[in-house]
């Protein structure tokens, strides 16, 4: 009989773990990823540095590359300076910035990607999706998956906090963006990836659910392998659907309107996920997933980052605008300025200030 199945896109190797740097320059050679040792690795300016005077001694034929920022020149000037290298495969070796940029200069060398973050800030580290800042704002850019990824929880750790609470928010937002999913197979008929859906939903079930807080390496296991999942779920269903939903929208909108003050990418979207629950009727649901946000530093109410109710009620409002063809719980609703008023007033009730 046949074998019907399909091939998923993801990672040769995950490794998540203390201490799983030091291994890396194995990791290359056991999973023969780089045979020659022939490596281009992207790094930052600032913490960049240090890791690479560590990494040096294990990976003696690695060219490096400090990374400015994460715009789409820079990604297009490092995959310039790497044509000529002669490389077996690229590691980004720092955030998510430095990880794009690799990711996008990787695929346009026609290299494969080891990424070794250096925070969680968003689940990115592991999606086949490169944002990049360009002249028009910010663009998404269509990327392999990274063929290995490695996770040091000790550098994690070291990382600032808020990075570690933004990945926080970004996986619980997975939620919500199934939950919206749902709705557009069941209002538009949609197709559903069922698989998927699954991960990504498990994967945001598993770190909401968790009892445990940031400086617990348990805790952050289940919040790495989180956003890896997150990332194979995109793979797996060809777009960013499994992870996107109101809450990005919501995100996306505060980006767009307010570019000089927006927050972090994943305290945005905890924050829309949280009201896009309370929007759906999920009122308890909303309310617990408010609670773990906040028992993680996270905010739930738009004054926490520095933004007005009514510039919220605005964001809400533009939210729809920000992926056209999308449908979600703001475009199912379509509610007007007062409508989200009303909404907002008995969320923050619901929440509690």
Same mark, same amino acid.
């Given at each position: 009989?046949?074998?019907?199945?399909?091939?998923?896109?993801?990672?040769?190797?995950?490794?998540?773990?203390?201490?799983?740097?030091?291994?890396?320059?194995?990791?290359?050679?056991?999973?023969?990823?780089?045979?020659?040792?022939?490596?281009?690795?992207?790094?930052?300016?600032?913490?960049?540095?240090?890791?690479?005077?560590?990494?040096?001694?294990?990976?003696?034929?690695?060219?490096?590359?400090?990374? #400015? *920022? &994460?715009?789409?020149? %820079?990604?297009?000037?490092? $995959?310039? =300076?790497?044509?000529?290298?002669?490389?077996? !495969? +690229?590691?980004?070796? #720092? *955030? &998510?910035?430095?990880? %794009?940029?690799?990711?996008? $200069?990787? =695929?346009?060398?026609?290299?494969?990607?080891? !990424? +070794?973050?250096?925070?969680?800030?968003?689940?990115?580290?592991?999606?086949?999706?490169?944002?990049?800042?360009?002249?028009?704002?910010?663009?998404?850019?269509?990327?392999?998956?990274?063929?290995?990824?490695?996770?040091?929880?000790?550098?994690?750790?070291?990382?600032?906090?808020?990075?570690?609470?933004?990945?926080?928010?970004?996986?619980?937002?997975?939620?919500?963006?199934?939950?919206?999913?749902?709705?557009?197979?069941?209002?538009?008929?949609?197709?559903?990836?069922?698989?998927?859906?699954?991960?990504?939903?498990?994967?945001?079930?598993?770190?909401?659910?968790?009892?445990?807080?940031?400086?617990?390496?348990?805790?952050?296991?289940?919040?790495?392998?989180?956003?890896?999942?997150?990332?194979?779920?995109?793979?797996?269903?060809?777009?960013?659907?499994?992870?996107?939903?109101?809450?990005?929208?919501?995100?996306?909108?505060?980006?767009?309107?307010?570019?000089?003050?927006?927050?972090?990418?994943?305290?945005?979207?905890?924050?829309?996920?949280?009201?896009?629950?309370?929007?759906?009727?999920?009122?308890?649901?909303?309310?617990?997933?408010?609670?773990?946000?906040?028992?993680?530093?996270?905010?739930?109410?738009?004054?926490?980052?520095?933004?007005?109710?009514?510039?919220?009620?605005?964001?809400?409002?533009?939210?729809?605008?920000?992926?056209?063809?999308?449908?979600?719980?703001?475009?199912?609703?379509?509610?007007?300025?007062?409508?989200?008023?009303?909404?907002?007033?008995?969320?923050?009730?619901?929440?509690?200030?």
């Amino acid at each position: 009989m046949p074998v019907l199945t399909r091939l998923i896109p993801s990672p040769l190797v995950v490794d998540i773990r203390p201490g799983a740097l030091d291994s890396l320059g194995g990791v290359l050679a056991d999973e023969r990823i780089s045979q020659s040792g022939r490596l281009a690795v992207a790094v930052s300016g600032g913490s960049g540095a240090g890791l690479r005077e560590r990494l040096s001694p294990s990976l003696p034929g690695a060219t490096w590359y400090e990374v #400015g *920022g &994460g715009t789409l020149d %820079d990604a297009v000037r490092l $995959a310039g =300076a790497m044509k000529a290298g002669h490389y077996d !495969a +690229v590691v980004g070796l #720092g *955030g &998510g910035k430095i990880i %794009d940029c690799a990711k996008f $200069a990787a =695929a346009r060398v026609g290299l494969p990607l080891v !990424a +070794v973050p250096t925070n969680l800030a968003h689940d990115g580290l592991c999606s086949p999706v490169a944002t990049l800042d360009n002249d028009a704002g910010r663009g998404s850019y269509g990327v392999p998956n990274p063929i290995a990824v490695v996770i040091d929880l000790d550098i994690i750790r070291d990382a600032p906090v808020r990075y570690v609470r933004a990945g926080i928010g970004d996986a619980v937002s997975n939620v919500s963006a199934v939950a919206d999913w749902e709705l557009a197979g069941q209002v538009k008929g949609e197709r559903i990836d069922g698989l998927a859906a699954a991960m990504a939903r498990q994967a945001g079930e598993s770190v909401l659910r968790h009892p445990g807080g940031i400086g617990d390496n348990d805790f952050l296991q289940v919040l790495a392998e989180a956003l890896v999942l997150s990332g194979i779920a995109m793979s797996v269903s060809g777009d960013s659907r499994p992870s996107s939903g109101a809450c990005h929208e919501i995100n996306h909108a505060f980006d767009l309107l307010f570019p000089t003050r927006a927050a972090a990418h994943g305290e945005q979207c905890g924050l829309g996920a949280a009201f896009a629950m309370y929007l759906r009727g999920a009122h308890e649901e909303s309310v617990y997933m408010a609670e773990v946000l906040r028992r993680h530093g996270l905010p739930v109410l738009p004054q926490e980052i520095g933004f007005t109710t009514e510039e919220f009620i605005r964001a809400v409002e533009f939210a729809p605008e920000t992926r056209p063809g999308r449908y979600t719980i703001l475009e199912h609703l379509d509610l007007k300025t007062e409508q989200i008023k009303d909404v907002y007033a008995d969320y923050v009730k619901a929440i509690g200030s």
